[in-house]
């Protein structure tokens, strides 16, 4: 296929390429909703999401409460929980509570908070706390106490600060704290659109780096310490946690891979641990969270799988992603992957349009935003690498479309110029042929013009009423009055001592001038085989032989040259009847004196319902205002035309 059959190269198609290249690297506000429905998507199909099989959730649930008491219980009854699930053998126990404040009790004085210090004092356990980011109190708080020996490596001066810096923090009674081995802090704060999609495992407080609390809980259960954190730049660093390497975001947020829908990991109601119901090796090498799902003390978030996901399984979600070590991770070098796809991406509809076509290019935009999508699903499968389609499907459909479009109003303006020639050629034609009967007869080409304007008047009135409204549209109107002076063309083909006869004719002579609709229609007939039928696709031919052929029918069946009645006469041969009798009766002639206009409104009146259409009669009659002036009023009729002029 040589490159004519495709769309016409145009500087503009760099246009969307440019732009969506700008969208990439500056990222505005304004596309930040499309881009997070995009990684959502992605999310939603991804393919590796079942849990590891490592963690287990303890629930404080409606059926626990409504057994033991509301919440929150007695600190025996925490330390007997405690207890038990340490005793099953738990890798570590994650308590997402905060003791803030010391035990109720009925009688004053009683507490067993030092019952559940010392269980915390036997290990394993891991508490939470909370930080604040608005205003730092004035006293050092004696929490939190178990900060990372983080090593920070790699960055340079113009690197931001991989860290958010809280102001205060939150923490459980310092007869817990002090007795806590490992804690981390509970924050994790969605985005503006209310759903959390990445989580800090990394905040700095007062000049030292804490641990998440799913972090905490995992460093308890697999490893000591000896943590690195590499800052490859501002958007990116990586932590080097035990064997693990844990790719973060510029500020040590991790992407969460969501396992599923809520209650995804296995849920274990607290009392039936309490009560020794729950099966003994539930527990063994596991990371237990303990949280509450109880209506009125829970607390829930939007994840891009779920709109009621408890804050407990998103603390659990990234124990298993750091267990299992698939995470989520946008590359390096991300942005400069998503701005070179779309660049290429543009560039290849551009060539596919000006190569093969709009079609080609069509399919190939398809193929193209498909193969975006369905990668990056591929890629978040096969290694958790996230890379939007997003900015090549804008770039692809960007070029597409503006193609397309450059494309379509260059075929309109060609359209437009082939019409815009197509007129001119057919007003030559019909020129040609008028000027043709003008050059055999004067007079008959000065009466084929007259009809023109009278046509129009005509037309737009009839087009008035309902009936006719849909067949007479203003431009049918326009080719009408265009092709009312051919109506008479086929007298060039009659006899000049019959068309010149100054007298009434005889038979024969009247029958040979009645020939001339057959003749019309003949000459009519050999421009449309010259043409062919491609260039009267319009119709335009076609209408002027109704015209020409069906002027001299009448209503009543008693016309020529078939005797044609009422409605099987064509519109067109209707109106031109009474444009041409009219302008007959009032126009000087050899053969007969004009008549004054309201003797051929007369003429026409009587006609109504014999020889003319009634309903053409009545518009004809109602604008006959407006033909009035357009010829000369004539003395009283001295020889009456002759039928067939």
Known sequence: MTRRSGIRATPWALVPMAFTAALSVYRPSLLLGTERATYDALLRHDRARQPG???????IDDRSLS????????????ADLVSRLRAAGAASVALDVLLAEPERSATPGETTDSQLAETLRQGGIVTGYAFTFDHPSETARPCPRQSLGLAILGGSDGDADPFFRAADAICSLPVFTDATTASGFLNASPDSDGVLRRVPLLLQYRGRVYPSFALAAVAAATHGGGDVLRIANANAVTLQFGDRTVPLDGKSHLLVRYRGVKRTFPYVSALDVLNGSAASNLFADKIVFVGTTALGTREVVATPLDTLFAAVEVHASVADNLLRGDFLHRPEHAVMLETMTAIGAGALIALLAMLFGVIASAVGCVLLVAGAWVGSAALVAANGTVISPLFPTIAGGGTFALLAASQLAF??????????????????????LLSLTETRDAETGQHSRRTRRNMRILAEELAKQPDFRRSLTPERIELLSSLAPLHDIGKVGVADRVLSKPAALTETELAE???????????????????????????????AKEIVYTHHEKWDGTGYPQGLRGEDIPLSGRLMAVVDVY????????????????????????????????????AFLAVSVTLCGSHDSGEPRKTPPRNGS
Do not use: C
């Open 53 to 59: 099989g490592r963690v287990v959730i303890v629930d």
């Open 67 to 78: 057994t033991l008491g509301q919440w929150p219980w007695r600190r025996s009854v925490v």
């Open 411 to 432: 075929e309109r303006r060609r359209a437009d110029r082939a019409s815009a020639e197509k007129d001119a050629s057919r007003r030559m034609m019909i020129q040609s």
């Open 513 to 543: 001038i009645r020939r001339h609709p057959d003749l019309g229609r003949n000459v009519i007939d050999r421009a449309q085989s010259e043409m062919g039928d491609a260039d009267d696709e319009d119709g335009v031919l076609e209408l």
């Open 583 to 618: 302008d007959a009766a009032v126009t000087e002639r050899r053969y007969h004196s004009a008549v004054s206009h309201d003797d051929a409104l007369k003429i026409i009146a009587e006609g109504r319902g014999t020889h003319f259409d009634p309903a053409v009669v009545d």
